[in-house]
């Protein structure tokens, strides 16, 4: 189940851009590069995409959003196994084949089709397929078969170590270097950077598995989640297409006692025909580096934190990363913008990886085994008795699980440096005509909404002409303005813009 690449690029001496690891953060941070024109290099030691261990299954409507920015947002959908519309429910149950608890639906913001709350709604996809998709996108950017050993950072540039599989090194000059390069992350070891945080003492064992007819058999309808809470073996349930194949989380189970096919028969409820695939033991950390950059060096995605994967937000946190340092460092190398600019990337993203991982540790909090009752697997009679308490528990305590647009869509950079006051938030999103956005209307640089014979419009595309900041105009009559960064995050609004965007982009 290995996807193969086209031939990896040859190694060049020298690089804008030198990106460590090409997992979806490193490979959205060239792609986001690559929509301004910058050149990169990913150093990435594997070969192919392996779907046996997905990790990541969700990808939220923002990062559907960012993938649309870049013109993959329908490759995506077109190749996923399971289409937006197939289902946005969430099933609680007491075993995959027994009965139902309660549901929970609109889940991860698979309901938002044509709503103008968001451009694109979330999407399930296993991790690789995304992976494949950005791999394709960075085209010969992409070095695999490579890994960075180490770098050395001084005023100009940086000098990274890199070795290939059968041992050959070599060094690659960069200009700058972003660290993509996971929980054992080299880059945040040579700036000096630590984790800070700590490791959940709950056991998990994930299995992807192979079960033929089992979807035939199921009560219960299509569903992201079959969560089911059998005191004797708690657990997630889901399908990675719509064919054979699914996967599955026991929770409270160490790898040493795990009996990979037992766990399957109890999750199902039924000693089903089941060929295991792959096992994946884990435990969930609650984890964000104590500073994210040097001068020259910046950590994304799990090199910068790592959160539990309750609520579906690890992988697209490390998306956001992506872009924010991406279009900040493509303003640095065109030259429109002073190096100054990049000091504001840990200032903006820290934060919100910080409140993603509490999020996600409150999700944590109320997982299968709390929910679970030993009546639920009684007759119908104690099932019953039971089952409205449950029911009342799992909606109090995993709506916001499965409904965290606030967190997704609402994140703001409100007090950043480069953020006028009373801004920062993501632009709000409406549909222009059928099939276009908002979104569609704003250039890959700065972008400014609203009505253009308000006074303050004028003085902005003077300042962008001097300061030579690529700039788009979207006249919308009547409305006011909004500043828009490439990242369409709005940087200013109001009537009066005085210096908004020399603040924008480091220069005030």
Same mark, same amino acid.
């Given at each position: 189940?290995?996807?193969?690449?086209?031939?990896?690029?040859?190694?060049?001496?020298?690089?804008?851009?030198?990106?460590?690891?090409?997992?979806?953060?490193?490979?959205?941070?060239?792609?986001?590069?690559?929509?301004?024109?910058?050149?990169?290099?990913?150093?990435?030691?594997?070969?192919?995409?392996?779907?046996?261990?997905?990790?990541?299954?969700?990808?939220?409507?923002?990062?559907?959003?960012?993938?649309?920015?870049?013109?993959?947002?329908?490759?995506?959908?077109?190749?996923?196994?399971?289409?937006?519309?197939?289902?946005?429910?969430?099933?609680?149950?007491?075993?995959?084949?027994?009965?139902?608890?309660?549901?929970?639906?609109?889940?991860?913001?698979?309901?938002?089709?044509?709503?103008?709350?968001?451009?694109?709604?979330?999407?399930?996809?296993?991790?690789?397929?995304?992976?494949?998709?950005?791999?394709?996108?960075?085209?010969?950017?992409?070095?695999?078969?490579?890994?960075?050993?180490?770098?050395?950072?001084?005023?100009?540039?940086?000098?990274?170590?890199?070795?290939?599989?059968?041992?050959?090194?070599?060094?690659?000059?960069?200009?700058?270097?972003?660290?993509?390069?996971?929980?054992?992350?080299?880059?945040?070891?040579?700036?000096?950077?630590?984790?800070?945080?700590?490791?959940?003492?709950?056991?998990?064992?994930?299995?992807?598995?192979?079960?033929?007819?089992?979807?035939?058999?199921?009560?219960?309808?299509?569903?992201?989640?079959?969560?089911?809470?059998?005191?004797?073996?708690?657990?997630?349930?889901?399908?990675?297409?719509?064919?054979?194949?699914?996967?599955?989380?026991?929770?409270?189970?160490?790898?040493?006692?795990?009996?990979?096919?037992?766990?399957?028969?109890?999750?199902?409820?039924?000693?089903?025909?089941?060929?295991?695939?792959?096992?994946?033991?884990?435990?969930?950390?609650?984890?964000?580096?104590?500073?994210?950059?040097?001068?020259?060096?910046?950590?994304?995605?799990?090199?910068?934190?790592?959160?539990?994967p309750f609520g579906g937000h690890g992988f697209n946190t490390g998306v956001g990363?992506?872009?924010?340092?991406?279009?900040? #460092? $493509?303003?640095? =190398?065109?030259?429109? &913008?002073?190096? +100054?600019?990049? *000091?504001?990337? %840990?200032?903006? /993203?820290?934060?919100?990886?910080?409140?993603?991982?509490?999020?996600?540790?409150?999700?944590?909090?109320? #997982? $299968?085994?709390? =929910?679970?009752?030993? &009546?639920?697997? +009684?007759?119908? *009679?104690?099932? %019953?008795?039971? /089952?409205?308490?449950?029911?009342?528990?799992?909606?109090?305590?995993?709506?916001?699980?499965?409904?965290? #647009?606030?967190?997704? =869509?609402?994140?703001?950079?409100?007090?950043?440096?480069?953020?006028?006051?009373?801004?920062?938030?993501?632009?709000?999103?409406?549909?222009?005509?059928?099939?276009?956005?908002?979104?569609?209307?704003?250039?890959?640089?700065?972008?400014?909404?609203?009505?253009?014979?308000?006074?303050?419009?004028?003085?902005?595309?003077?300042?962008?002409?001097?300061?030579?900041?690529?700039?788009?105009?979207?006249?919308?009559?009547?409305?006011?303005?909004?500043?828009?960064r490439p990242d369409q995050h709005v940087?200013?609004?109001?009537?009066?813009?005085?210096?908004?965007?020399?603040?924008?982009?480091?220069?005030?």
């Amino acid at each position: 189940m290995d996807a193969r690449v086209p031939e990896s690029a040859p190694v060049p001496e020298s690089v804008p851009v030198l990106i460590a690891g090409g997992g979806p953060v490193g490979l959205a941070t060239a792609v986001e590069l690559a929509h301004h024109g910058v050149r990169s290099l990913v150093v990435e030691p594997r070969e192919t995409v392996s779907w046996l261990r997905p990790r990541a299954k969700t990808t939220s409507a923002r990062s559907m959003e960012l993938l649309r920015r870049w013109g993959l947002a329908e490759t995506v959908r077109a190749r996923a196994p399971l289409a937006v519309s197939w289902s946005d429910q969430a099933v609680f149950v007491n075993s995959l084949l027994g009965r139902e608890i309660t549901r929970i639906g609109g889940c991860f913001g698979l309901d938002l089709t044509g709503s103008d709350l968001a451009a694109e709604p979330g999407q399930q996809a296993p991790q690789p397929l995304v992976e494949e998709v950005l791999r394709e996108a960075a085209g010969d950017a992409l070095l695999t078969g490579w890994q960075v050993t180490g770098l050395r950072e001084d005023a100009d540039g940086v000098t990274v170590g890199i070795v290939s599989a059968d041992g050959e090194e070599r060094e690659v000059r960069a200009q700058y270097v972003v660290g993509c390069d996971g929980p054992r992350s080299v880059t945040r070891a040579a700036i000096g950077a630590r984790y800070e945080g700590r490791q959940d003492a709950r056991p998990n064992f994930n299995i992807v598995f192979r079960a033929p007819g089992l979807a035939e058999r199921m009560p219960h309808g299509p569903a992201v989640h079959y969560w089911v809470l059998n005191p004797a073996q708690p657990g997630i349930v889901g399908r990675l297409d719509l064919k054979e194949t699914w996967w599955c989380i026991a929770m409270g189970v160490r790898a040493d006692d795990a009996d990979p096919v037992g766990l399957i028969h109890n999750l199902v409820g039924a000693g089903v025909e089941v060929e295991i695939l792959a096992t994946d033991p884990w435990s969930a950390r609650m984890l964000l580096a104590d500073r994210y950059a040097s001068e020259r060096v910046f950590l994304a995605g799990d090199a910068a934190h790592q959160n539990p994967p309750f609520g579906g937000h690890g992988f697209n946190t490390g998306v956001g990363d992506a872009v924010n340092i991406g279009w900040k #460092l $493509a303003a640095v =190398l065109h030259g429109w &913008a002073p190096a +100054g600019l990049l *000091a504001s990337y %840990e200032a903006e /993203r820290r934060p919100i990886a910080a409140d993603t991982i509490e999020a996600a540790a409150a999700n944590m909090a109320t #997982l $299968a085994p709390e =929910l679970a009752d030993p &009546a639920l697997m +009684g007759d119908e *009679a104690e099932f %019953e008795r039971v /089952r409205p308490a449950v029911a009342e528990a799992v909606l109090r305590t995993k709506d916001s699980e499965f409904h965290s #647009l606030d967190l997704v =869509l609402g994140y703001t950079y409100e007090g950043s440096p480069i953020v006028s006051t009373g801004a920062g938030e993501r632009l709000p999103h409406r549909w222009l005509g059928p099939g276009e956005s908002l979104y569609d209307r704003l250039g890959p640089g700065f972008s400014l909404v609203g009505d253009q014979r308000s006074p303050g419009a004028a003085a902005l595309v003077a300042q962008a002409r001097e300061l030579g900041v690529p700039f788009q105009v979207v006249d919308l009559p009547g409305e006011p303005l909004a500043l828009v960064r490439p990242d369409q995050h709005v940087a200013w609004r109001g009537e009066d813009p005085g210096d908004a965007l020399r603040v924008a982009v480091g220069a005030a």
